[in-house]
T-cell receptor, first 113, second 114 residues
Framework: DTGVSQDPRHKITKRGQNVTFRCDPISEHNRLYWYRQTLGQGPEFLTYFQNEAQLEKSRLLSDRFSAERPKGSFSTLEIQRTEQGDSAMYLC???????????FGSGTRLTVV | AQSVTQPDIHITVSEGASLELRCNYSYGATPYLFWYVQSPGQGLQLLLKYFSGDTLVQGIKGFEAEFKRSQSSFNLRKPSVHWSDAAEYFCAVGAADSWGKFQFGAGTQVVVTP
């Protein structure tokens, strides 16, 4: 078990382009979370999956954002028509149901130019 | 409204000196409390957590935190800091009856001087 993996580590994209990030949680973890962290701030909750079901989305997750976890294993976060305000670190975390606290990945740093 | 406040944005401490990072929360439900550490360009690592019981919690890397319900605080301490403790520290709160959504403070940047 290598922990929570996120790919890519860094992404630079031009405004208006679409980007997709991937998260591979710890294999036995059935819960998966996405957070966004902007410079100088703590992480902010975006969305949460239990198995393949997306159970809650933050108001931060505009229509340009979509997240999937098709087989209850890895998850993808897609941002369409990126804007400069989307520049941030996107963090994925996973846990077992009922666990108190979770394990974060190293994040994907997105820069929109 | 739920909130987590870390009053100190930046702290500078000498190597070998003690460190205390403050965290205050406002939470309607019984809170679960956490401290995470983040090195530059990295994800967050859990230092310690409090759910119930003994209000003094021991964590990794020699850190401890004390839950004070009357003050709505969960301050992090280390008796003697090492240069490797330079990082950003985040306090987080979750509801005991939730599925794990956390609210994080804005963080405290710790600089360790020789």
């Amino acid at each position: 078990d290598t922990g929570v993996s996120q790919d890519p580590r860094h992404k630079i994209t031009k405004r208006g382009q679409n980007v997709t990030f991937r998260c591979d949680p710890i294999s036995e973890h059935n819960r998966l979370y996405w957070y966004r962290q902007t410079l100088g701030q703590g992480p902010e909750f975006l969305t949460y999956f239990q198995n393949e079901a997306q159970l809650e989305k933050s108001r931060l997750l505009s229509d340009r954002f979509s997240a999937e976890r098709p087989k209850g294993s890895f998850s993808t976060l897609e941002i369409q028509r990126t804007e400069q305000g989307d520049s941030a670190m996107y963090l994925c975390a996973s846990s077992l149901e009922g666990a108190r606290g979770y394990t974060f990945g190293s994040g994907t740093r997105l820069t929109v130019v | 409204a739920q909130s987590v406040t870390q009053p100190d944005i930046h702290i500078t401490v000498s190597e070998g000196a003690s460190l205390e990072l403050r965290c205050n929360y406002s939470y309607g439900a019984t809170p679960y409390l956490f401290w995470y550490v983040q090195s530059p360009g990295q994800g967050l690592q859990l230092l310690l957590k409090y759910f119930s019981g003994d209000t003094l919690v021991q964590g990794i890397k020699g850190f401890e935190a004390e839950f004070k319900r009357s003050q709505s605080s969960f301050n992090l301490r280390k008796p003697s800091v090492h240069w490797s403790d330079a990082a950003e520290y985040f306090c987080a709160v979750g509801a005991a009856d939730s599925w794990g959504k956390f609210q994080f403070g804005a963080g405290t940047q710790v600089v360790v001087t020789p």
